[in-house]
């Protein structure tokens, strides 16, 4: 297994502590491959947008006075977006133009001016700096340019998943769950730096911290405020914030710890995770409680979980407990992108040591097919940190912890863009074929489905009677040239369809692999290419 690192002149850097606000950062998704830089960083998000290059050049040619120019403005246009497809995204091998990076594209051939926009969709992105040179430097070789602006910006956060989520979650990219099933493992020590680590690489964060018995938050950050705030008007809750990440606890709402049993519990987790106030983040992590119980799953269930990360210790008691939860997340289809093997070892007199045994967060990944290993080590700093209110990542930005989380941070940024990518397109309808496509996220598999059977098999109350089983939509009520409307993704597990008479139809991924497929595709029908 490769791990991966980012260039040192990123390592963490405490950005914060110069007090300077994250909400106007910018935001990146798309990584450049690069000569000499062997990084395969994140993906993006492919969606549509009003302001792609081809609208953009639209406008171009539009507002181009004919003969004001050195050159022809399609002959300039053309030279720019070749040199910028030059850029590839390294996950997907694809161009930066053809993936409709680059917008707002400018062009004064009087004076060899160019200025583009790259809009990006994160802005944890260790390489963003590397990727704005590179775009100044392809298009700044084209013999009659005399002068390039690159302005990077980046989508609004939001989620992946369609229906009804709360007002507080709807404006959150991803929510990463940081779990361990078993106490006393640093799974809060993990939470915590590595929100700080995503913070310092750009993002906008906030924690959660959704254990009740016994909260950790309001000992390992140190807040100015430290009650949260209500909103009387809106009836929400304001989150106190340390270093510029948000921060939520029930150790903050001035109880300290709750006696109370388990409904009453997942009740105030809800409430305090629903309706806070969280604004636009790019990465909330939850602190998740230990066990598998009704909490649990109750979070699981109410929170659009992007991903999470499975905490453990070299012990076999621990990968035992751990075990559980890894198979809790992949019944409710939350993928599983790290373990993290804290307490591993300790170096004295040029050896290293492993007092606890070695071989339970390898077991973990080998079992479950996880694809990446982190190992922290015996570290009392780290430790202390825990206990001091500065996070060890913040305390030691350049130390050998704070490296080791920034890999964690680079990993847990690639993997959540590459699931937003596969989730987005994992259910799409090709117009050309008058088909549905279906690629399952985690699966090479790719097919293609009937719309009108897609519809058929529909196994909602509206389509099927709950009691008696008893099929309500017949065969001919759906006409055989029906076509969807919106397909789009519903949690990790299923899409939603709009048909034309309304109706919204939630296709689970387990059932599309069940249905008839199309066996003879239709030719396709040609289709308008923007030029």
Not at 456 to 461: H, I, V
């Amino acid at each position: 297994m490769q791990l991966l690192h980012a260039p040192s002149s990123l390592h963490v850097t405490l950005r914060a502590l110069k007090q300077q606000p994250r909400s106007g950062l910018p935001l990146s998704e798309n990584f450049l491959k690069v000569s000499n830089l062997d990084c395969s960083l994140h993906s993006r998000n492919f969606e549509p947008s009003s302001h792609s290059v081809c609208s953009c050049l639209r406008t171009r040619a539009a507002s181009t006075e004919a003969g004001a120019s050195i050159i022809s403005s399609d002959t300039a246009q053309s030279d720019v977006l070749k040199a910028l497809s030059q850029i590839i995204d390294p996950d997907f091998g694809t161009d930066i133009v053809s993936c409709g990076f680059v917008k707002d594209l400018q062009i004064d051939d009087a004076e060899g001016e160019v200025s583009f926009r790259l809009e990006l969709t994160t802005p944890a992105c260790p390489i963003k700096d590397m990727f704005e040179q590179k775009a100044n430097e392809v298009v700044a070789m084209l013999p009659w340019v005399k002068n390039v602006k690159v302005t990077m910006s980046a989508q609004p956060a939001r989620p992946v998943y369609t229906g009804e989520l709360p007002k507080g979650l709807q404006t959150i990219s991803n929510i990463i769950a940081i779990s361990s099933c078993k106490g006393g493992v640093g799974k809060s020590t993990i939470a915590v730096n590595l929100a700080y680590t995503l913070a310092d690489m750009g993002a906008r964060v906030g924690i959660f911290d959704a254990d009740v018995y016994g909260p950790s938050l309001p000992t390992m950050v140190s807040p100015e405020n430290r009650l949260l705030e209500m909103n009387p008007e809106k009836r929400t809750i304001i989150p106190t914030e340390y270093l510029g990440v948000k921060l939520v606890s029930f150790g903050f709402a001035g109880q300290g710890r709750a006696i109370m049993r388990g409904p009453m519990v997942s009740g105030v987790i809800n409430q305090l995770l629903t309706t806070t106030e969280w604004g636009e983040l790019d990465y909330l992590v939850i602190d998740m409680p230990p066990g598998t119980g009704d909490i649990q799953l109750t979070l699981c269930q109410v929170v659009p979980l992007t991903a999470a990360v499975i905490v453990t210790t070299p012990q076999k008691l621990a990968f035992i407990d751990v075990a559980k939860g890894v198979r809790m997340f992949s019944k409710l289809k939350v993928p599983c992108v790290a373990v993290v093997e804290n307490m591993c070892h300790f170096d004295a007199d040029g050896k290293r040591y492993y007092p606890f045994g070695r071989g339970s967060g390898s077991q973990v990944v080998q079992q479950f097919g996880i694809p990446h290993l982190f190992d922290l080590p015996i570290r009392p700093t780290l430790s202390a940190s825990g206990d001091s209110g500065m996070p060890e990542v913040v305390a030691d930005p350049q130390g050998e912890v704070a490296k080791t989380f920034q890999n964690i941070g680079v990993c847990v940024v690639q993997q959540c863009a590459k699931i937003r990518q596969q989730v987005s397109t994992a259910v799409t309808y090709d117009k050309s074929l008058k088909a549905i496509k279906v690629k399952v996220p985690d699966s090479d598999e790719e097919f293609l489905l009937h719309p009108a059977t897609v519809r058929r098999n529909d196994r909602s109350a509206q389509s099927v009677d709950e009691w008696s089983g008893e099929q309500k939509l017949q065969y001919a009520d759906v006409p055989e040239d029906i076509e969807p409307e919106e397909i789009r993704p519903m949690g990790n597990y299923a899409v939603q369809i709009t048909w034309p008479d309304g109706f919204n139809q939630i296709a689970p991924y387990d059932q599309l692999q069940t249905i008839e497929r199309l066996v003879d595709v239709p030719e396709p029908i040609p289709v308008k290419v923007c030029r």
